[in-house]
């Protein structure tokens, strides 16, 4: 009895330690997202940087984490909030994929060009490490999110907008603006989008070939 006691103690306090460490280091993390410290240049790098500052304040709240983005976007100059624009419409488009796709359609049971659309810009606004990981396979999604998250962040796709008005002072939008530039260069995620990456999928196959989404969501 006692030697069952004292391994029970044991187990209690190992997973007491890896609870305080997990806790240590998401503090630790979020303190460092806090501390939002500005680049001298609009990259990949830096957009994640805005994208990870805008999770840690936001409380999974879409409206509160669109704010953030937007907060920290319009310090930038114009030329850099294009080129947050630009790199945005490239994510969308790189995550154009029957596999993601079939993410959706497991998730929330239908897929419309609209909710693809959103559904995209959730992906991306769960952060790079989600992104690419579910980009590689959708499984990761089913270790990575709660189910009752809100699959939809159109408002994404406005905070180019948003932040380059506050930058510039301008109200109606011209050919200057951050998404006309974009598109101009090609990157249309819309009707001039390039073909979905990837193969089709039948509905019934979803559960074999994604088996942990599957069952995480049914």
């Keep these: 009895m006692k030697k069952f006691k004292f391994i029970l103690f044991l187990v209690l306090t190992i997973i007491s330690c890896q609870l305080k460490n997990k806790n240590e280091s998401e503090e630790k993390s979020k303190k460092i997202v806090s501390e939002f410290i500005k680049g001298n240049k609009m990259d990949e790098t830096e957009f994640w940087k805005i994208i ?6 936001s409380k999974n709240d879409n409206l509160e984490q669109e704010k953030r983005i937007v907060e920290k976007l319009s310090a930038y100059s114009p030329e850099h909030i294009i ?16 596999k993601i796709m079939a993410a959706q359609k ?27 990981g579910t980009i590689k396979n959708p499984d990761f999604l089913s270790e990575s999110i709660s189910p009752d998250d809100e699959f939809n962040f159109e408002g994404l796709l406005y905070v180019s907008t948003e932040a380059y008005k506050i930058k510039t002072g301008k109200i109606k939008e011209d050919a200057t603006f951050p998404r006309d530039v974009a598109y101009l260069k090609g990157l249309d995620y819309d009707f001039g989008a390039p073909p979905t990456k990837g193969a089709d999928w039948k509905e019934e196959d979803l559960p074999t070939t994604y088996p942990k989404l599957w069952r995480f969501f049914n």
């Design 52 to 57: 990870d500052y805008s999770i840690a304040n």
């Design 83 to 98: 080129e947050f624009e630009i790199i945005l419409r490239q994510l969308i488009i790189q995550a154009d994929d029957f």
């Design 106 to 132: 497991i998730i929330e049971g239908y897929v419309s060009d609209d909710s693809y659309l959103y559904f995209r810009c959730w992906l991306i606004g769960k952060g790079e490490k989600i992104y690419n």
